[in-house]
């Protein structure tokens, strides 16, 4: 497996074989592009074909989920959102969309803003900037926000319907969408296949699912920031049905005007943040790990901690550049238990 956009890289890369419970069991594995990145299935069954069977089933469920909230698709269900925002009238959602908005509300609201799905926008004017190597002028950066902010945007999970205030306005569930894929596709193999066994690393979101042959866990190693000490010892984690997500600006920095920019946007001032950061979050499902990785780059230590011990079955690990270059970390109490 390559290494894709994060900071993630499994440490077992096998196709074994051995005998469990009377019959053969092995480790298949498959590569799709979806959403922007490679998505990898470690999975263990009992032969090639249900393997490629369950395969295929989860490359069919990602790409209608990508279908659903890609901004990059103009025939998406959330472009065609947004592109309705003019007419400020309510539109019937799909399941998934109106998942994916009950969720990142949820974690809008959590985070105090930090995490927000209304920075399209600013989204699409930051990754213009990062091609053009400029910074948009002011006036052009107030409109984008302008047409930012959770509270301009109104749903009904009992209708099923959403409304959009201003013109404009573009939703980008980048922070979200692949964890939420990976959840859709854990319950795909779980129930319609009976597979409880497998990994899938969705360029940096990772469901480890069970263990693989031979051993009690997916055993997964986090990428060290270039800033950190060459000795600084990696960390190694011990995964069983749990998800890990990172965000940082690992393999995605820009530098415009001598200043170097991450791609991951401060919402407040709808560019890239300007320090180096690192946040690993493992939670029971995707959305949570995924919402809560991008949320915590963003939020102040000393909110974070505060709001992390309302979730006790999050664990979280968070690398930042201080103002004098150092990097500073910090953790969960519970982070331990889950390291090698």
Request: with cysteine; aromatic share 6%; charged share 20%.
């Amino acid at each position: 497996m390559g290494r894709m956009r994060p900071v993630l890289k499994a440490l077992l890369c096998v196709a074994g074989l051995l005998l469990s419970k009377g019959r053969a069991t092995e480790v298949f594995v498959f590569q799709q592009p979806h959403m922007g990145c490679l998505f990898t299935l470690k999975l263990v069954a009992a032969n090639e074909q249900e393997a490629e069977s369950a395969s295929k089933a989860v490359s069919k469920r990602i790409e209608e989920i990508e279908q659903v909230c890609s901004d990059y698709r103009p025939d998406s269900e959330s472009s065609l959102l947004g592109a309705s925002a003019e007419r400020q009238h309510e539109i019937k959602l799909s399941p998934d969309l109106l998942a994916l908005l009950v969720a990142s509300e949820h974690w809008w609201q959590w985070s105090g803003g930090a995490f927000d799905v209304t920075l399209g926008p600013c989204t699409r004017l930051w990754r213009a900037s990062r091609k053009s190597q400029t910074l948009p002028d002011s006036p052009t950066l107030t409109e984008a926000l302008a047409a930012t902010g959770f509270s301009k945007l109104h749903f009904s999970a009992s209708a099923k319907t959403v409304r959009l205030d201003r013109a404009g306005m573009v939703l980008d569930f980048g922070g979200i969408a692949k964890g939420y894929a990976l959840d859709a596709a854990t319950q795909l193999l779980q129930t319609k296949f009976k597979l409880t066994h497998f990994l899938m690393d969705a360029g940096g979101q990772i469901a480890a699912m069970g263990c693989p042959p031979g051993k009690d866990a997916w055993h997964l190693v986090i990428e060290k920031l270039p800033e950190e000490n060459d000795d600084a010892p990696d960390v190694v984690l011990k995964l069983s049905n749990a998800h890990l997500a990172t965000s940082g600006d690992l393999n995605q920095k820009v530098t415009i005007g001598g200043n170097h920019y991450a791609h991951i946007l401060d919402p407040k001032a709808g560019l890239g943040l300007t320090y180096t950061i690192q946040a690993s979050v493992i939670a029971e499902d995707g959305a949570t790990a995924d919402a809560l990785a991008t949320a915590l780059c963003i939020m102040e230590e000393t909110e974070a901690k505060a709001k992390l011990v309302q979730l006790p079955k999050v664990a979280a690990r968070v690398l930042r550049q201080n103002a004098d270059g150092r990097l500073h970390s910090w953790q969960t109490d519970n982070w331990r238990t889950y390291v090698k």
